[in-house]
Nanobody, 117 residues
């Protein structure tokens, strides 16, 4: 059974920081975790940060320079370090995994991030 479990969300003041974690288990590892997405109330889910070919990363323009995505393969965990948070970063944050062998996409249930002004 595949599981992606997000944690680390919470309430923070504007300018603060949070670190989100995405723990992979089952027949999926952190190497299969491709990125972080978020969905604000009343809006569509959007890409925040993801891994591209090799060790490269890509970020939404709105978070460039403030968010950093990293992998810790021995811990089977992917992180999203979020600094200089803004109220517009408030959303439910999800990690997304993909298993190429099965052509299967996986999602966690999300962790809520709320940034107060």
């Amino acid at each position: 059974q595949v599981q992606l479990v997000e944690s680390g969300g919470g309430l923070v003041q504007a300018g603060g920081s949070l670190r989100l974690s995405c723990a992979a288990s089952g027949s999926i590892s952190s190497r299969n975790v491709m990125g972080w997405y978020r969905q604000a109330a009343g809006k569509q889910r959007e890409l925040v940060a993801h891994f591209t070919t090799g060790a490269s990363t890509n970020y939404a323009d709105s978070v460039k320079g403030r968010f950093t995505i990293t992998r810790d393969n021995p811990k089977n965990t992917v992180y999203l370090q979020m600094d200089s948070l803004k109220p517009e970063d408030t959303a439910l944050y999800y990690c997304e995994g993909f298993c190429a062998a099965l052509a299967q996409e996986y999602w966690g249930v999300g962790t809520q991030v709320t940034v107060s002004s």
